[in-house]
């Protein structure tokens, strides 16, 4: 909705560090009641009603105590799989962060497109992102974790690939786009969702919080990473290749990730 409320803005005839000071206080505002309203964000569900929902604690004992306990990031760091999950986290968000902020770009300067069709065709990528979360959100809890993370990733490959093939008219604009949001979208909850069997209960709130964080330095750092790509290689035509370099990276982070998984599961 961010985007399309800073198209309406800008269409209108403001500058653009208006359209951006608007979000910015709609993002202020959300910051602000969220904040009053952690004193409300407590646990009142005891043993029996947790068991009723089908959720066994952590333990019979002191289990809140364990669940918060601080943990020390070279510690985390230190245990099978996590650097690897950091580093997929890393990946596939580059692939979507630099995807949002640089495909209307790539479609003016290396597809050709006017300014106007490239915003409109870019803003697929929000299409594809949104159904292929309302589509891993409904298929959750029927199909493997492993299962949404690998075919995120596969069809992450379908679209760059797509995006590297000559191809005639606007097939590529219309599909890339999309299947590029619907690859991103099933990944990331889905690795958060695996976290309690691959870390254990007690350091899944301090490792879904190293996941955050790896996001949000991502966010930070891809996409301006790109403009030196860019730069360096004096074209847009380097974008495929740059999704596709992080997608690649993703695949073999994962599959460390399912290596430590078996090993787990054989007690090895």
Same mark, same amino acid.
């Given at each position: ?129 949104? $159904? ?80 955050? $964080? ?55």
């Amino acid at each position: 909705m961010g985007h399309t409320v800073l198209g309406w803005i800008i269409a209108d005839g403001a500058d653009w560090r208006w359209a951006y000071r608007t979000i910015g206080l709609v993002q202020l505002a959300l910051a602000v009641v969220l904040a009053a309203g952690t004193r409300r964000w407590r646990d009142h569900l005891t043993a029996a009603q947790m068991a009723q929902l089908g959720e066994t604690p952590y333990a019979q004992g002191d289990w809140r105590h364990d669940m918060r306990r601080p943990h020390v990031v070279r510690t985390l760091m230190a245990m099978p799989a996590a650097v690897a999950v950091i580093v997929l986290m890393f990946a596939t968000t580059s692939v979507e962060q630099t995807t949002m902020l640089w495909a209307s770009s790539y479609m003016v300067h290396a597809g050709g497109m006017s300014i106007h069709t490239a915003g409109v065709y870019a803003n697929l990528f929000f299409v594809g992102l949104v $159904a292929g979360s309302v589509v891993a959100g409904v298929v959750a809890l029927k199909v493997r974790d492993v299962w949404m993370v690998v075919g995120g990733i596969a069809v992450l490959l379908g679209a760059v690939v797509l995006m590297v093939v000559p191809m005639a008219g606007l097939w590529r604009a219309l599909t890339a786009p999309v299947l590029l949001g619907v690859g991103c979208a099933p990944i990331a909850p889905a690795v958060v969702h695996a976290t309690p069997r691959l870390f254990g209960a007690a350091r899944t709130p301090a490792m879904i919080g190293m996941q955050t $964080a790896a996001v949000s330095l991502t966010t930070l750092v891809s996409p301006v990473l790109f403009a030196g790509v860019e730069r360096v290689s004096g074209s847009m035509h380097a974008l495929p290749w740059y999704l596709l370099g992080f997608t690649v990276i993703a695949l073999a982070a994962y599959a460390r990730v399912l290596r430590v998984a078996r090993l787990h599961a054989r007690g090895g």
